[in-house]
């Protein structure tokens, strides 16, 4: 009997399964998840630890609260727009896809815009982001300040339009513009009839007029 109870003992006992190490890039990605599904608001700390299954007291060991939330979150939706090989390739080609890879990001993190538009840059990969960007635009032979003006022009168009693609009625409808006395209104906005499309459009649309704008700049310098 001894025997037995002292193998026994050494044996492990059945329990919950081990959970894994919490990581920035875990709280991160369920951070995004919440504010995906229900919006900035429904992300606070305790509803964050019941998604990553923790309590909010081990949660605090990790990040010190909301505005390090905002970082890691901004850093995961940067991940999808920054690509470093933009340096060394022609400047209208960067730009080009660097705007079309911003407004993708912002179009499936809608719930995102408001918060990240109206609060300080401080984590890393944002900041290198940029600098990727206006390396890329000085390397074409842009100056600084010239570049970083068409940094924030891409940045501005991309999230309004972003905006407006997750709208979930026609912003603009023909027929009541007829109903109202705007023909020319009408006339333009006939036959527009999908919010996202239209949305679209029009950003790939003024990015390319955009690009050209600086290129016959820099032309005629």
Do not use: K
């Amino acid at each position: 009997m001894g025997t037995a109870g002292a193998e026994g003992s050494g044996r492990r006992r059945p329990g919950r399964p081990t959970r894994p190490p919490l990581t920035e890039d875990a709280i991160a990605r369920a951070a995004l998840q919440l504010i995906d599904e229900s919006g900035w608001a429904a992300c606070t700390m305790s509803r964050l630890a019941h998604r990553l299954g923790v309590r909010a007291p081990s949660l605090y060991h990790h990040v010190s609260g909301q505005q390090e939330i905002v970082d890691l979150v901004r850093s995961l939706v940067v991940s999808e727009i920054h690509d470093p090989t933009l340096v060394g390739r022609p400047w209208p080609e960067a730009m080009y896809d660097f705007g079309v890879a911003y407004y993708r990001a912002f179009t499936n993190h809608p719930n995102v815009i408001q918060v990240l538009s109206t609060t300080p840059v401080r984590d890393a990969p944002t900041l290198q982001m940029y600098e990727t960007f206006l390396q890329t635009l000085h390397a074409g032979g842009w100056e600084g300040a010239r570049a970083f003006e068409a940094l924030l022009g891409i940045e501005h168009l991309a999230l309004g339009f972003a905006f407006e693609w997750n709208a979930e009625d026609l912003m603009l409808e023909s027929a009541h513009a007829a109903g109202l006395g705007a023909p020319l209104l009408a006339e333009v906005t006939r036959g527009r009839t999908n919010q996202s499309d239209i949305a679209e459009a029009s950003y790939l649309s003024l990015l390319r007029r955009y690009i050209e704008m600086f290129r016959v700049e820099l032309s005629a310098e």
